[in-house]
Structure formats: C-alpha cells, structure tokens
C-alpha cells in the first residue's frame, strides 16, 4: 500500500495548488461565500510528499482555501521564510543557532513546531546480503574509511555512495549525528537532488547505499537494522522503535513560522497536528507525534 500512496503521490507536481471555492464578491455584493485564503509551504524535500497530502485533504476540508506546496530543501525553506517568500517552512531538521541570530537581526521571531516525525532509514540494493550496520560502521562507509562491502560483513565490491545535496536538512541531520559536526562525506559520494533519486540509484546498482525518510522506503530497496554499538542489537527504523526510543536515526520533522502564527496559518497547524492530519502521517508511513 505504501509503494501505491508514494507513487501516486510522486506523479503529482511538486507544486500543489488546488483552488475550491469562489472568488471574493464582486462589486462589494454579499455572496454569503468565504473569500479565498491563500497559504504557501515551501523547503524539505522528504516533507514534501506529506505537505502535499496534507494540503489535498485540507483544502476538501477548507473549501476558501488555496495552498501552494513546494520542496528546495530545508536550507531554502528557512531562507524563503526569512524573506517573506512562504508563509509556512517545512524543515526536516531544527533551525540552527546562526539562522536564528540572522532572523532575529531583521526582527522576525522564529517559531517552531513539531509536526511529524521520522525514522531516516539506510538503504541497500536488495541484492546485497548487509542487514544490518552500526553507527561506527555506517561512520566509516559515508567518511570514505571503508569503500568495500566485504570490510562490513558483505560480498566484495566497491561502495557506492549516494547523499542528498548540501541544501537539504536530510543532508546536515546525517553528517552531524552520524558522521559528527566538521566530518566531510567522502568526496565520491554522490549528491543527488531528490530523496526519489537516491532510492531510485540505489535499488539499480548492487554496490549502492544511501540515506532516505522513512515514507520513501519502497520494496525495491532494503532498509538496515542499526546498531548503536557492535554489542547492541539491530534495531529496525519503524513506528514503534521512533516513539519507544530505540532506533538511533529517528528525528522530528518541523513546521517554521516568522512570528506568532495566526489566521489561515494557526488553522493549518492546528488541523496538521490534530488527530485527522496525523493519520495522513502515518498512511504515508512517516511517525505521528504521539
């Protein structure tokens, strides 16, 4: 169900605009109608399947709605927000201190809401006998200290790399809680702009490995147990392991603001964090909040 739900959702254009309703009224006549709210999401590209899917449902359920749904990244996310370009920034890491500073400099108050949550998920070619890594492991293979398989327990052959662009929260997550802040990636790791992109190099070369959300995962890829250490146990990134603790790459997916919320704005927070737009969380197999 879940290969179904992304694809048909992947199909869709990464913008979502989806109009219901009617125009204001003309000639200052009384229609009885709302007039249209406009509201823009802009930045992670792993939210963006889910932006949209929120969007579709919450227009059915505000028909005076209009909501714009874009990925970029969460780098352009956070830069669009700053400067007046999107009224909500979806991110799939935490603001760093220094944007902070910066927006606090043009006096705007950043606020910041949880909205999701993730498990982000190593994945191999099928064919590939590898079940399961340790974050050491995973470490060495993304720093370029190990470049074989058969040096992590598989056939031998060369690794081959794939990350997402340096633009992407998915990107900055990975190297500082995996690789540890000021630790490149190798330098023949391959960035790819879409998280699509790399299940799709992935599933297509034996060799691949790469790093993806957890509602990108398909069954054309196989997902790694992780091991925080080489005495604990594998531990598989699903729902259950993200909200009892145990799987070591599981993360908060963010909505960001410029100032207190309100209007057409806090009406969306409010439905995407409720009970109906959590469920939308988990149809696309990423984690509620609770």
């Not at 400099?105 to 993730?118: R, Y």
């Not at 993200?242 to 009406?267: C, D, H, I, K, M």
Request: net charge neutral; glycine share 10%.
């Amino acid at each position: 169900m879940k290969a179904r739900v992304l694809m048909s959702l992947a199909m869709a254009a990464l913008t979502v605009a989806i109009v219901s309703g009617c125009s204001a009224p003309k000639n200052g006549g009384d229609t009885g109608k709302m007039p249209p709210q406009s509201l823009t999401v802009k930045g992670s590209d792993t939210m963006v399947q889910l932006a949209q899917a929120w969007a579709e449902e919450y227009m059915k359920k505000h028909p005076e709605a209009q909501v714009s749904v874009t990925g970029g990244g969460s780098n352009t996310g956070i830069a669009a927000l700053m400067n007046k370009g999107t009224d909500i920034c979806n991110s799939s890491r935490p603001i760093k201190d220094a944007e902070k500073q910066d927006a606090a400099a043009k006096g705007i108050d950043i606020q910041e809401f949880v909205v999701a949550q993730d498990a982000l998920s190593v994945v191999v070619n099928r064919e590939n006998p590898v079940n399961e890594l340790t974050m050491a492991q995973l470490k060495d293979i993304f720093a370029g200290t190990v470049k074989d398989w058969s040096q992590v327990g598989g056939t031998p052959g060369r690794i081959v790399l794939n990350s997402r662009e340096t633009s992407s929260g998915t990107y900055v997550f990975f190297q500082e809680h995996v690789l540890g802040k000021g630790v490149p990636f190798a330098s023949d790791a391959m960035l790819q702009p879409a998280t699509s992109q790399i299940v799709q190099t992935v599933a297509q070369d034996k060799g691949g490995i790469g790093y993806v959300g957890l509602g990108y995962v398909t069954d054309k890829v196989k997902a790694l147990k992780i091991k925080k250490d080489a005495a604990s146990a594998g531990v598989d990134g699903n729902i259950e392991n993200v909200l009892n603790g145990t799987y070591p790459l599981a993360r908060p997916l963010f909505e960001y603001t410029a100032g207190a919320p309100s209007g057409v704005v806090q009406q969306w927070l409010d439905w995407v964090r409720s009970e109906e737009g959590q469920a939308i969380v988990k149809k696309l197999d990423f984690v509620p909040i609770k």
